[in-house]
């Protein structure tokens, strides 16, 4: 449950007066509002300040306030591989049940899902909402999918010995330990490992 005042000038803090609490009422909310700090996990994340685009529904139903809606950003991180940055468009899908207090429905109690709570004031805090849906989109291990990918494809192929290109003369060393090895296969043709 929700504690404490919500701040109702606060970015992602929502008022659902207009909606009083009929059920079926409506109304939708379409804004861009500066990105919370930590939005993101250590390799990636929309920068603080950074415009999330809101495109929300908010409706009353007889649980409570159902928002739902689409949330887009702009994810900043670094190529896991070659370290340049990378910038890729989130479009995440939020849907959360907020109970008026002392309502909670009996589904969602059972559950071990906390239960958010419409606040005094008559305010949705929508902030964990948006947290949980874009941290989980964001690539655990994002790529800039550039020259990167391709310079690391080309120097695997590089890498691979073959009959007409010798191993990597870095290794000669090793080779030439194997090639004072005894021979342990029978047909007289040596393993490589």
């Given at each position: 449950?929700?504690?404490?005042?919500?701040?109702?000038?606060a970015?992602?803090?929502?008022?659902?007066?207009?909606?009083?609490?009929?059920?079926?009422?409506?109304?939708?909310?379409?804004?861009?509002?500066?990105?919370p700090?930590?939005?993101?996990?250590?390799?990636?994340?929309?920068?603080?300040?950074?415009?999330?685009?809101?495109?929300?529904?908010?409706?009353?139903?007889?649980?409570?306030?159902?928002?739902?809606?689409?949330?887009?950003?702009?994810?900043?991180?670094?190529?896991?591989?070659?370290?340049?940055?990378?910038?890729?468009?989130?479009?995440?899908?939020?849907?959360?049940?907020?109970?008026?207090?002392?309502?909670?429905?009996?589904?969602?109690?059972?559950?071990?899902?906390?239960?958010r709570?419409?606040?005094?004031?008559?305010?949705?805090?929508?902030?964990?909402?948006?947290?949980?849906?874009?941290?989980?989109?964001?690539?655990?291990?994002?790529?800039?999918?550039?020259?990167?990918?391709?310079?690391?494809?080309?120097?695997?192929?590089?890498?691979?010995?073959?009959?007409?290109?010798?191993?990597?003369?870095?290794?000669?060393?090793?080779?030439?330990?194997?090639?004072?090895?005894?021979?342990?296969?029978?047909?007289?043709?040596?393993?490589?490992?």
């Amino acid at each position: 449950m929700q504690e404490g005042r919500l701040d109702p000038s606060a970015p992602l803090v929502l008022s659902t007066h207009e909606l009083g609490r009929r059920p079926g009422s409506m109304r939708t909310y379409t804004a861009t509002v500066p990105a919370p700090a930590d939005l993101g996990i250590a390799v990636i994340g929309v920068p603080e300040g950074s415009d999330l685009d809101l495109d929300l529904r908010l409706e009353a139903v007889m649980e409570g306030v159902l928002v739902s809606g689409t949330v887009r950003a702009t994810a900043v991180g670094e190529c896991v591989r070659c370290l340049t940055e990378v910038t890729e468009e989130v479009t995440v899908e939020v849907q959360e049940l907020f109970a008026y207090p002392g309502r909670t429905p009996a589904e969602v109690a059972d559950d071990e899902d906390e239960v958010r709570e419409v606040a005094a004031g008559e305010l949705v805090d929508i902030e964990p909402a948006v947290r949980d849906a874009v941290v989980l989109e964001l690539p655990f291990q994002p790529e800039c999918g550039g020259v990167c990918q391709q310079d690391w494809e080309i120097g695997v192929s590089e890498q691979t010995p073959s009959p007409d290109r010798p191993a990597d003369p870095r290794w000669s060393a090793l080779e030439g330990l194997l090639a004072q090895q005894p021979d342990e296969n029978p047909s007289g043709s040596r393993e490589k490992s």
